[in-house]
């Protein structure tokens, strides 16, 4: 039996046009949900005649993200009915996460096809209270609940929460296939790739898409599909990614509408985190844009020998420096500012570098990312690089130097380097699960070129900065993207029947 939260605290009567229902199929995968759901604060503030019903899967992964959200919902007006499906008690992958957990997560999104139909013929379809179904809005991992919509009679949208140039190479995967017939190798060399600008080194490529990781069918079979909706929006901006863009909507047959909405940021305030006024307050002691900030996501960690390379780069390049720092994603978390003296931490990091490093450094666990960002102390950012880290950065306006470590932060940091120069290279073809050991030279090296103030990536950045925020302004490209979506899904035919 599914479980329904109804988040719409609006008890005004509705108005005489009928809303449009449209129904989200997040994948229960970190990262994917939070710009979803701005996604569709960002249709409401347009138009008030959406609801939004978001069928959630029940994984370890997403239920501290849900709870997180439901409780931030509880305070607002937001029109969001939360839908929690049946737990997946005989859910039976093809192979284990950890070989592919592209592969894995597709899985467990297509176990619950039928299910999914369920719920929107219960809660929206059958429901005479409901607003009139006017689509299904599909992740990547869930494109097979396009079939979905077809047999209810309505259309798909393809939210993709990545950058623009990426979803160009999963568009570009089923015609290099159909030539070439096989995954990407480590050592093919150079790929030219429509929607970057610049050859794709194969040492660059995802994991997924090598041949000896597995999940690279997956990923075909995803990029096969995106063409099959009637509309793909993108968190991304025109003025970001003019190239990528410009490929999608012209280099490729038969593509639906393209819109890009971006940059879609939560911009609520994170200060209930736990001991984050510590984090603030040092902060506030700092001379402006003379801090840099270290931070890998919610899934980044380095090992002992890597942690004390950063540790010494740090130390050597003598910038002041706020890094937020985890062992491991799932064990020997630090979760405190307070614990950055720890004992935990004397055993990992070089003898006596808390005690020398203690007038112009902070090592935390989790850390505010939007409003480290924001802080006026704060001068450059040694990222991961996944893509909402990306907007949130060019948001405040913070260069980035860059670290991938899983997923397409490697492509993500390319183009930022290569093809936009918006970006101090660290490292573009790291990936954590090879145990690369990035040196404290190369770490103090690149820490020194971002904090220089005359560095021109700096002012590329900045300019770039001011254009994510006029984007979503009235009159930006982002706002006529959205104003071009709300059009598109008025017009369809499940819209037009009575």
């Known amino acids: 039996m599914c479980t329904c939260i109804d988040l719409s605290l609006s008890q005004q009567p509705l108005n005489k046009m009928k809303k449009a229902e449209l129904v989200f199929i997040p994948p229960p995968v970190p990262g994917h949900l939070v710009p979803l759901i701005e996604f569709a604060k960002g249709l409401f503030d347009r138009n008030d005649h959406f609801s939004v019903t978001v069928l959630l899967i029940q994984f370890p992964t997403i239920t501290s993200l849900v709870a997180e959200y439901t409780k931030s919902f509880a305070e607002s007006n937001v029109p969001i009915r939360l839908i929690n499906l049946p737990p997946p008690v005989h859910f039976c992958p093809s192979q284990e996460p950890y070989k592919s957990i592209e592969k894995f997560v597709t899985e467990l999104v297509d176990y619950h096809k039928a299910c999914i139909k369920e719920a929107i013929v219960k809660h929206v379809v059958s429901n005479e209270n409901s607003a009139q179904l006017a689509g299904l809005v599909v992740d990547i991992f869930s494109t097979s609940m396009i079939d979905v919509a077809n047999e209810l009679g309505v259309p798909s949208y393809l939210f993709f929460t990545s950058c623009a140039a990426f979803l160009g190479l999963l568009m570009f995967l089923p015609t290099r296939h159909a030539e070439i017939g096989r995954e990407f190798e480590e050592f093919d060399g150079e790929a ?10 194969s040492s660059g490529m995802p994991e997924v898409l090598l041949s000896k990781y597995g999940g690279y069918t997956t990923f075909l079979n995803h990029g096969r599909r995106v063409k099959e909706t ?16 410009k490929c999608l909507m012209n280099d490729f047959d038969n593509v639906p509408p393209v819109y890009t909405v971006g940059p879609l940021i939560d911009l609520k305030d994170e200060s209930n985190k736990l001991d984050s006024d510590v984090i603030m307050k040092w902060l506030d002691d700092q001379p402006d844009s003379s801090v840099v900030f270290l931070c890998f996501g919610s899934m980044g960690s380095f090992g002992k020998d890597q942690a004390k390379e950063i540790a010494f780069g740090l130390e050597q390049s003598g910038v002041r420096f706020l890094w937020s720092f985890r062992k491991s994603p799932r064990k020997d978390k630090l979760e405190a500012p307070s614990d950055y003296n720890s004992d935990v931490l004397q055993e990992i990091l070089p003898n006596g570098f808390l005690e020398r490093t203690k007038k112009i450094g902070l090592v935390c666990g989790w850390a505010p990312q939007k409003a480290v960002l924001a802080h006026k102390s704060v001068g450059a950012f040694v990222s991961h690089c996944g893509w909402n880290s990306i907007l949130e950065s060019l948001w405040f306006g913070v260069p980035i130097v860059t670290w991938p470590l899983y997923a397409e932060q490697q492509l993500n940091a390319l183009q930022l380097v290569k093809d936009l120069g918006l970006a101090v290279e660290l490292r573009l073809d790291y990936k954590i699960s090879k145990g690369e050991l990035v040196n404290a030279d190369e770490i103090e090296r690149a ?20 254009m994510s925020r006029l984007a979503v302004m009235e009159g930006g490209s982002s706002y006529a993207a959205f104003g071009g979506l709300i059009e598109n899904i008025a017009r369809n035919k499940a819209m037009k029947e009575e």
């Open 447 to 466: 820490i020194k070129c971002a904090m220089d103030g005359k560095n021109d990536v700096r002012k590329r950045f900045k300019e770039k900065s001011e």
């Open 192 to 201: 030219v790739i429509p929607c970057y600008v610049n050859p794709v080194p």
């Open 230 to 245: 009637g509309g793909i929006i993108v968190n991304t901006f025109e003025e970001l990614e003019s190239h990528a863009v």
